[in-house]
């Protein structure tokens, strides 16, 4: 260590300190100005590193410089920014992995990386990673695993169209559709305060309500068929009679259905032969995207069983059926949701 008689400062030297003193606003090279400034006027290196809380080595090394390299060396902090474990081409490789094969969480990303370049990342490091190349915790959304083309789903479109503009004046069209309403509850996204984050209760029953429902997006009206039967052919004409009964001075309704088995049972192909009067209109298999009652049912789950809890069974039959026989009292929100603008899905 120096000793205090070898901080020599001359009377220039220090006038010029001082000016750089006054004239400097970076905070981290002000501690080194204080610093000779305080050797200047005679305290020992161990007082000025107590001072400034600094180390005495660091505090002989900042003099050092001073005097081999001149005062405006002290304003190079020799910084050299920590590299990445990863090179700039393994990280590219990294965010495509990730965006196509949408791992589940960190972990999975983090062996990734270790098994393809042998190098270990914290958990931490991994999601600062991926935030700074604008990944993020995603919700998927969903579509049919077996899509039709899309050729067959603009016929489709195109058939909708032309039902609706060669119909006879009164006609009706239908979107018809079955759901199964379980009596539990689903959790789904809310607002909330993480340090109180919501725990819902839940039912240990597994009870539901089997629905057949037919969508008028020209009245935004539902019909219904509800119950816990299952749903059969038997319950089909059920749902057909009621939707008869519904629109006696139609003179064409056209149903909009799925290809599920119970439109298609014979007990149902000789009731339609017998009341012509409906005509079912079968989609492409596997394209839920067109039919408009899909949308409804998700409204419908939303407004039932996302985040609510029902301790009793007949409190959310009750509540299902306050919904679904009341659907027009929703028609603000509806008019927005079931719009008539199909979603084409490409494969």
């Given amino acids: 260590m120096m000793k205090t008689s070898a901080y020599k400062f001359s009377e220039s030297e220090i006038r010029a300190l001082e000016n750089y003193r006054d004239n400097q606003k970076d905070v981290r090279l ?33 003099f050092d410089q001073y005097r081999t390299e001149g005062l405006a060396s002290l304003n190079s902090f020799k910084y050299k920014p920590k590299q990445p474990y990863l090179s700039i081409n393994q990280i590219n490789q990294v965010i495509i992995w990730v965006t196509y094969e949408n791992p589940e969480n960190t972990k999975q990303i983090r062996d990734y990386i ?18 700074r190349y604008g990944l993020k915790v995603l919700y ?38 079955g759901m199964h309403l379980i009596h539990q509850n689903v959790p789904g996204r809310c607002w909330g305060n993480p340090l109180y984050r919501p ?11 089997n629905i057949l429902g037919a969508y008028n997006p020209d009245s935004l009206s539902l019909i219904h068929c509800t119950g816990e039967d299952n749903c059969n052919a038997e319950k089909v004409i059920e749902y057909l009679d009621m939707i008869l009964i519904k629109y006696p001075t139609a003179p064409r ?17 000789e009731w339609l032969e017998k009341n012509p009067k409906i005509q079912i209109e ?12 899909e ?20 409190t959310f039959r009750a509540k299902a059926f306050q919904l679904l026989n009341n659907i027009d009292k929703y028609v603000d929100e509806l008019e927005s949701l079931m719009t008539e603008n199909f979603q084409i899905i490409y494969a």
């Fill in 253 to 269: 309704i056209d149903l909009i259905v799925d290809n599920a088995r119970y439109f298609h049972a014979k007990i149902v192909s």
């Fill in 114 to 131: 270790t098994d393809k370049y042998g190098v270990i990342y914290c958990a931490e490091a991994v999601r600062q990673l991926l935030r």
């Fill in 30 to 62: 002000l501690s080194r100005i204080f610093a000779l400034l305080m050797l200047a006027k005679g305290l020992s290196v161990q007082d000025v590193s107590k001072l400034v809380g600094r180390t005495e080595k660091t505090i002989e090394n900042w």
């Fill in 140 to 177: 998927p959304k969903t579509r049919p695993g077996k899509t039709p083309s899309v050729e067959e789903q603009e016929q489709f479109v195109a058939r909708y169209k032309e039902i609706k503009t060669s119909r006879a004046p009164g006609s009706v069209v239908l979107f018809g559709d």
């Fill in 199 to 209: 725990v819902l209760e839940t039912n240990s029953s597994r009870k539901r309500l």
């Fill in 282 to 293: 079968f989609l492409p298999p596997y394209a839920p995207n067109l039919n408009l009652i």
């Fill in 295 to 314: 949308r409804l049912w998700g409204f419908v789950k939303k407004k039932l069983v996302k985040n609510k809890y029902y301790k009793e069974y007949k």
